[in-house]
């Protein structure tokens, strides 16, 4: 009987590799962020900057943030209502506290809490608070909202120190 070899080897290193991938992906992994899916808000938001995960901040925070589309930062990012709706729909549902499930990133902030930085979070600033002035200030960084500056596959979700 002539067993075809190849045919499973290929089997058991795709699934391998499937295994991989999921355990690096992980819900309970504090590192990795499911990224925005929704094309509506990547168009939007991630027209001027990352498209920040939905889960990195409550649900407060993403109704409050678009909510005032017209202060953006020091900037106008209004948009249409309909889109606002939609946009906003989806960060709610995604957010770090949707369905009662609370994320890791979210420790340290008090319940109803509607922070407008991720950098501020409690939890953000004790990961990063080994990172100096200078270095944020430094031209390729240019700022702690560039995430993808220091985390290479942050717009793939992944938030690992690199």
């Known amino acids: 009987m002539n067993i075809p070899f190849r045919p499973l080897i290929m089997a058991v290193l795709a699934v391998s590799a499937a295994g991989l991938v999921f355990t690096r992906a992980q819900a309970g992994d504090d590192e990795y962020f499911a990224p925005v899916t929704d094309p509506a808000t990547l168009s939007e938001c991630g027209s001027c900057h990352l498209a920040f995960p939905p ?9 409050r943030m678009m909510a005032e589309l017209q202060d953006h930062f020091g900037d106008d990012a209004s948009l249409d209502a309909d889109t606002t709706t939609a946009i906003t729909r989806y960060l709610v549902a995604n957010a770090g506290d949707a369905g009662g499930y609370r994320r890791d990133i979210l420790r340290g902030l008090p319940r109803g809490a509607a922070p407008q930085r991720i950098t501020e ?25 560039n995430c993808p500056a220091c985390h290479v596959d942050a717009d793939k979700g992944y938030f690992e120190d690199d």
Do not use: I, Q, T, Y
Request: aromatic content about 8%.
């Open 55 to 63: 889960s990195m901040l409550p649900a407060a925070s993403w109704k």
């Open 121 to 145: 979070l409690p939890k953000w600033v004790h990961e990063h608070d080994e990172v100096s002035e200078a270095e944020w200030r430094a031209k390729d960084v240019g700022s702690k909202a």
